[in-house]
């Protein structure tokens, strides 16, 4: 497994002072966001506390009221199509199967159909998905099925992506290895992310930061930073260093 060290020194992704509110009330405020090149960034926070409210808003899904989103240094406050959003529900397409439904992005594109076939399917490996691509959704296990969610998100843009709980509706088992799988994929692509998650420990060992949010309206009131270098295995997760990051979070949410 690689070992790797995000790069704060070149921010692909950065939010400024982004507010937005729903009739007449602030539901998120001054949001200021920094994600580093290959970092993997979540963000915890209360039910309801605005978490969906910023991604729709970073994916320019929805306008905000006043601030800027920035990618690579371009200003794509409101526009849809610059980042890849996966959101909590998969949103596989039944009808279809896991190798069209990868491609779906590229397909949407405009790229032909065989060559999107084609480039969707030399990642499918990576992606431990051998053997899926004629199978329809509904014949994949949770896992896989994430795995695939996933690759179609990587399809749609390798630089910067928002996941909304990805791993939130799959069994302990599948999630621990699910954790393992990701972390060793990131070790491998070069793409940034942003994490919503409501499960402290899978925020501790996935990310190399943890935004706080806190509120209302939804405000990021804390930043930690989880040193430990990857890659991150069970050891970490029994060690005293993930318990003094968890208990510093559990106060901080409290
Ligand atoms: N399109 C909308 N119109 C009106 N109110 C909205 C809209 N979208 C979100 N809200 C409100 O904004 C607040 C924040 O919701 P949001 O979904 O962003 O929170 P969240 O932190 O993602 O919650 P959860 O963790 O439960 O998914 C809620 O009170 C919600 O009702």
Do not use: C
């Amino acid at each position: 497994m690689p070992t790797y060290r995000s790069k704060m020194d070149k921010i692909k992704l950065e939010t400024q002072n982004i507010s937005k509110g729903f009739a007449g009330e602030l539901t998120i405020k001054d949001i200021n966001i920094r994600l580093g090149e290959k970092e993997l960034v979540s963000l915890l926070g209360v039910s309801g506390i605005g978490k969906s409210t910023l991604f729709n808003v970073i994916a320019g899904v929805l306008t905000p009221d006043s601030g800027r989103v920035l990618l690579n240094a371009q200003d794509i406050t409101g526009q849809a199509g610059k980042v890849s959003y996966m959101q909590q529900k998969d949103l596989m397409q039944p009808h279809l199967t896991v190798l069209d439904n990868v491609a779906l992005p590229l397909f949407i594109r405009g790229v032909k159909k065989s060559q999107a076939r084609e480039e969707a399917f030399s990642h499918f490996k990576e992606f431990g998905l051998e053997g899926a691509e004629k199978k329809y959704p509904a014949q994949l296990s949770g896992g896989m099925r994430q795995r695939a969610a996933l690759l179609r998100t990587y399809m749609f843009s390798r630089d910067v992506a928002l996941f909304d709980e990805p791993f939130s509706a799959l069994d302990a088992i599948t999630k621990s290895s699910m954790h393992r799988w990701y972390l060793d994929l990131m070790g491998r692509i070069d793409m940034s992310a942003l994490f919503i998650t409501h499960d402290i420990d899978e925020a501790i060992l996935l990310s190399d930061r943890v935004y706080i949010m806190t509120g209302p309206p939804g405000r990021l009131a804390h930043e930690i930073i989880i040193d430990t270098l990857r890659p991150r295995g069970e050891e970490f997760r029994i060690s005293d260093a993930f318990m003094g990051y968890k208990r510093q979070i559990i106060k901080l949410l409290s």
